[in-house]
């Protein structure tokens, strides 16, 4: 076992790393938010203010995607995903950071451009449809465009959806550890927005190697739940096994480690009664944003009457697009 912060730490310094996020993240207070909402002491983990490209969460995920496709001598990041993924707008701000070209596959047809989409193109990604909306099409299309460029003599790195990758969760392992020395106490839950799920799963494998301090719960706003837990559980261990720890010294991550519950409503990119309740209170209470996709609905979680760590992952842009609607 590995207990403290600084051992994390030298685990992640062996891999090649792109620095795009501004670190530490606050953690900051949210009393009048956490009386309006029931809990215990509520603490909010400022993500949204990692300062690169609107992206949130996804840039520290790809410090160490970036930092792989350039060691691996390629010269184009491959991804893809929904019309409005914020992963995807903030890779191609990364391509760009890093001097590779961007190439991403969209789910879908083309269509009028949202903020995140538009602002990928601005930063000059290119753009291939799936003819279908369904977001699993990315999946299937995303080795057929490697293909294609592999054979156009160009060098892709494919990333997949989201960034879930071992190595995109070794960005959160080590937020983790940021969080460690910045909480004093250890007995609270931390709720955790769940997509693509390698933000959770780096928060599980950090968790594991701090002694397991903290109750993890993830708000699963894209599987179904226990489909999201494996995704998660899977992702917790290859990142483990990247930052080279010994799983035979209590380190293997299982079910007991993280709970995921089901945070869709309405369905992926729909807003839910509860999750427009929790913006709401937010805004009101502490100026604070919530995106209906993600954080709202995770926000709507929060466990009564005990102290939470709330991991604000972003969504800046769809918390705008939102307000904009709602306005009068």
């Known amino acids: ?99 590779l ?75 983790a550890a940021e969080l460690r020395a910045q909480l004093d106490r250890d007995d609270v839950t931390v709720l955790v927005p769940t997509g693509s799920g390698g933000t959770l799963a780096g928060l599980v494998a950090g968790n594991v190697l701090l002694g397991r301090p903290w109750t993890l719960l993830g708000g699963s706003a894209s599987r179904p739940p226990q489909a999201a837990r494996r995704q998660v559980l899977t992702l917790a261990r290859d990142c483990l096994r990247l930052l080279g720890a010994d799983t035979e010294a209590g380190t293997e991550p299982g079910p007991a480690d993280v709970t995921v519950v089901d945070a869709r409503g309405p369905g992926h990119g729909l807003p839910s009664p509860d999750g427009l309740a929790a913006a709401e209170l937010a805004i009101r209470t502490e100026g604070l944003m919530l995106d209906p996709v993600y954080t709202a609905k995770a926000l709507a979680l929060a466990p009564a009457r005990q102290p939470v760590v709330f991991w604000h992952t972003g969504g800046v842009l769809d918390a705008v697009a939102a307000a904009q609607e709602a306005a009068p």
């Open 101 to 175: 070209a961007c190439e991403l596959v969209i789910a879908g047809r083309p269509s009028p451009l949202g903020p995140a989409l538009a602002l990928a193109r601005s930063w000059g990604a290119a753009v291939r449809w799936t003819g279908t909306p369904d977001r699993d099409s990315v999946d299937a299309a995303l080795p057929a465009a490697a293909r294609d460029l592999t054979a156009a003599g160009r060098r892709p790195y494919l990333i997949p959806r989201g960034g879930a990758t071992g190595l995109g969760a070794v960005g959160y392992a080590l937020a």
């Open 1 to 99: 076992m590995i207990p403290a912060t600084s051992s994390v730490e030298a685990l992640a310094r062996a891999l090649p790393r792109t620095p795009l996020a501004v670190l530490p993240t606050p953690l900051v207070a949210a009393p009048r938010l956490a009386r309006a909402l029931g809990t215990g002491q509520l603490l909010v983990k400022r993500d949204d203010l990692t300062g690169f490209a609107f992206g949130g969460n996804k840039a520290r995920l790809l410090e160490f995607l970036v930092a792989a496709a350039a060691a691996d001598g390629a010269d184009t990041l491959l991804t893809g995903g929904a019309a409005g993924s914020n992963f995807c707008a903030a890779a191609a701000a990364a391509a760009r950071r890093a001097g």
